[in-house]
C-alpha cells in the first residue's frame, strides 16, 4: 500500500511540474531530475546547528524558453537531529497542512547555446511558495553548466522566516536565525521524446 501511495506522490510532482512548465515545447527542450539537492541553513553562532538537507528534489528546465520550475515535499528534509526534524515538520513549516514548496520562474536572456562545461551564469526571477505564502525571488544568480550532456544549477539565497509566516517562539528565538540560507544544486538530465 505504501509503494502504491509513493508512486502515486510521484506521478503527481511529475504532472504538477509539466503543467507549471507547460507542453507548448517538445521534450527535446526539456531537462529533469527527481534527485535535486535543496539543503537550508538558520543556525546561531554558539548554539546547535539549525540545518537540513533534502535529496528528493524534482526539477525541470525548458531550454527552449529558460522556464524553471522545482517541487520539494518537505518531508524530505532530514536534520542530524530528530528531535528538530519534528519540530520543524511539526512547528514550524507545518508540512502536514502545508507538504511541499515549489519554484517557478525564469531565467533572464537565457540561451541553451551559451551553456558548456564552463560555468556561466544567469539571473533568474520567479515565486517561491512555501507555508502556504508566496514570495517574489529576483536577480537570484545561478551557476550553469554542462557535463557530458547533463545541465547542472547551482546557487543560494536568503529567505526571511517571516516571509513565510513562519513562527519561531520566543524559547529559541536566540537560537534560530530569521535569515535561512537556502542552497540547491540540481543536475538535470535531458528527457527523452517519445
Known sequence: ?????????????????????????????KYLTRAGVVAFEAS??????????????????????????????????????????????????????????SFKGTFENFSAKKINDSIIEFSLNGLLSFHGKEKNINSMVVKIKKVNGDIH???????????YDIKIPNIVRNKISKDIKVTFEFILQKKPSH
Do not use: C, W
Open 44 to 101: 546561531v553562532p554558539t548554539f546547535e546547528n539549525v540545518e537540513a538537507i533534502n535529496k528528493a528534489v524534482t526539477a525541470i528546465l525548458n531550454t527552449e524558453n529558460g522556464e524553471f520550475a522545482a517541487l520539494v515535499l518537505i518531508k524530505g528534509f532530514r536534520f542530524k537531529n530528530a528531535l528538530m526534524e519534528e519540530h520543524f515538520n511539526e512547528n514550524y513549516a507545518e508540512s502536514d497542512k502545508y507538504p511541499k514548496a
Open 153 to 163: 544549477i547551482s546557487s543560494d539565497f536568503l529567505a526571511n522566516a517571516s516571509d
Open 1 to 29: 500500500m505504501d509503494l502504491l501511495k509513493n508512486n502515486i506522490s510521484i506521478m503527481k510532482r511529475i504532472v504538477y511540474l509539466l503543467l507549471l512548465i507547460g507542453l507548448s515545447t517538445s521534450a527535446q527542450d
